[in-house]
């Protein structure tokens, strides 16, 4: 599920999904009536400490700063070599240079660009190293390169380049592309703009491997990730959920990567994570940090690393199948924060602290209690459990009438119950259940969120898949978008 905050925003679509990436068919994906020409480029092993990597990419820099750089220099090597031998007598020419400067990038397109406008040719580029996020710009050593740059390097009268960047986050590139219009003007891009771009050890990047034929190489005889073609949109051209695979910690980087938006909710199961994102005035420029814990034990003990440091749990997951908690604090969020077990809950809130989220782990649920958060403050609550949904939403209804709203909800797959959070509230919220991304879940999405009904609460069911959506009407709320994804284990 992907629900944009704008609906007529355009994403690209799944290149796969499209039958593009594959050279051999490239007169089908990327059509022409002139000949192409190749210029294929490396990015740099060291990046500027400002640029930001994923977290593969960070692992691989800590290697190469350790003098180990062959990870990152076997893969960029052999790309080049997959990829001179599957464009043959096309290719202009190739740059590779570990420590090379943007100048000198800049340089070598605008003078590709002017070979290919001077003798008619269709400018094909090729980009293979790290990715900045959430950008997808490809990264120098002092520096990195934008898509609107190479916008302004074209020459007029040229034919517009296709972008092939099998980089990390590149699908911002293919968005871009989407939603320019510009004809000829296209990404194939290997990932979605939240992901990495994965490689198979030194044989080199998912995406080249596929783009140069050797598809059997991939675990499924396709990239690990989801590439994306401009050319087609995504509400036409999707892949499975399983192929949107990320880290947490990328995930939620990418979109809280300009502190204008907080992870509001998050659930998971199975390693599928369904997160809702959005952006709240008064949290806005505030320090976060968000990790996840292989165990309850570590999660306790980064818990009380981050209180030291001011900043407290805003929203809480656990993955009952793998025992895994994850979590994003906010300084600021309160002045006092506990957790605490219970495998019989009851009527937790007290004068002073206010259950803020849940979560639950084995035979217990966990109730996070914080204290002197605003919308919680003074507010009465109520501690809802019950076997199924017909039962639930009676009691839901039951205290809805009595002014209080939906504010956390978890299900325990030991005890097979149901577990909600109601609190005091004069905000306006709606909320159903559905079974399915189909026609109703559509048009009540739509109808809510044209009425400024922003989305607050997703709870996905992790045995039948019944999926829970809260909305509410909050004047200091602005919609982000809602993604599911399949994390690494």
């Excluded at 594959?22 to 990015?43: M, V």
């Excluded at 076997?74 to 240079?97: C, P, W, Y």
């Excluded at 919308?375 to 002014?403: C, D, H, P």
């Amino acid at each position: 599920m992907y629900k944009n905050v704008d609906p007529n925003t355009a994403f690209a679509g799944s290149a796969i999904a499209q039958g593009a990436g594959k050279l051999i068919d490239i007169d089908e994906w990327c059509p022409t009536t002139k000949e192409r020409r190749w210029l294929l480029i490396a990015g740099s092993r060291h990046p500027p400490d400002a640029v930001i990597l994923s977290q593969k990419g960070e692992r691989e820099a800590r290697s190469d700063a350790q003098g180990d750089g062959s990870t990152f220099l076997k893969r960029v090597s052999n790309d080049f070599v997959n990829m001179e031998r599957a464009v043959g007598h096309t290719l202009k020419n190739k740059i590779q240079n570990i420590e090379m400067h943007k100048r000198e990038v800049e340089n070598h397109l605008r003078e590709f660009f002017d070979f290919c406008r001077a003798n008619d040719f269709k400018p094909m580029l090729y980009y293979t190293g790290h990715g900045e996020l959430p950008t997808g710009n490809w990264c120098f050593t002092d520096g990195v390169v934008g898509i609107e740059e190479i916008l302004e390097w074209m020459p007029a009268g040229m034919t517009p380049p296709t972008i092939v960047s099998d980089a990390c986050f590149s699908g911002t590139w293919s968005n871009f592309c989407t939603q320019k219009q510009i004809e000829g003007f296209d990404c194939l891009s290997a990932t979605k703009m939240h992901q990495a771009a994965f490689n198979q050890g030194d044989k080199g990047g998912d995406l080249t491997l596929y783009l140069t034929g050797q598809g059997d190489q991939l675990p499924d005889g396709r990239p690990t990730s989801t590439p994306l073609y401009s050319r087609g949109r995504q509400e036409d051209f999707r892949d499975p959920l399983k192929y949107n695979k990320v880290t947490f910690i990328d995930l939620v980087k990418y979109y809280t990567f300009n502190d204008e938006q907080v992870l509001l909710n998050q659930c998971v199961h199975s390693n599928y994570m369904y997160t809702v994102f959005g952006s709240y005035a008064k949290y806005k420029r505030r320090k976060k940090d968000f990790w996840c814990s292989a165990s309850f034990e570590e999660f306790m003990k980064e818990m009380k690393s981050q209180k030291k440091s001011g900043k407290f749990i805003y929203s809480v997951a656990a993955d009952q199948s793998t025992g895994k908690i994850y979590a994003y604090a906010i300084e600021g969020y309160g002045n006092f924060q506990v957790i605490m077990p219970s495998e019989s809950p009851k009527d937790l809130a007290s004068q002073d602290l206010s259950i803020t989220g849940c979560f639950a782990l084995n035979s217990k649920y966990y109730f996070l209690l914080t204290a002197g958060v605003e919308e919680f403050k003074g507010k009465k609550q109520k501690v809802l459990t019950a076997k199924t949904r017909t039962e639930l939403e009676n009691e839901i209804q039951t205290y809805k009438s009595k002014g209080m709203i939906i504010t956390s909800v978890c299900f325990s797959v030991e005890n097979e119950n149901y577990l909600v959070v109601m609190t005091e509230s004069d905000l306006p919220q709606q909320h159903k259940w559905f079974t399915d991304d189909g026609t109703l879940f559509v048009n009540w999405d739509r109808e809510l969120y044209n009425n400024n009904n922003y989305y607050k609460i997703q709870f996905f069911h992790p045995i039948d898949g019944h999926q829970l959506c809260v909305r509410v009407k909050d004047s200091s709320l602005q919609e982000g978008p809602s993604i599911a994804a399949l994390l690494y284990s």
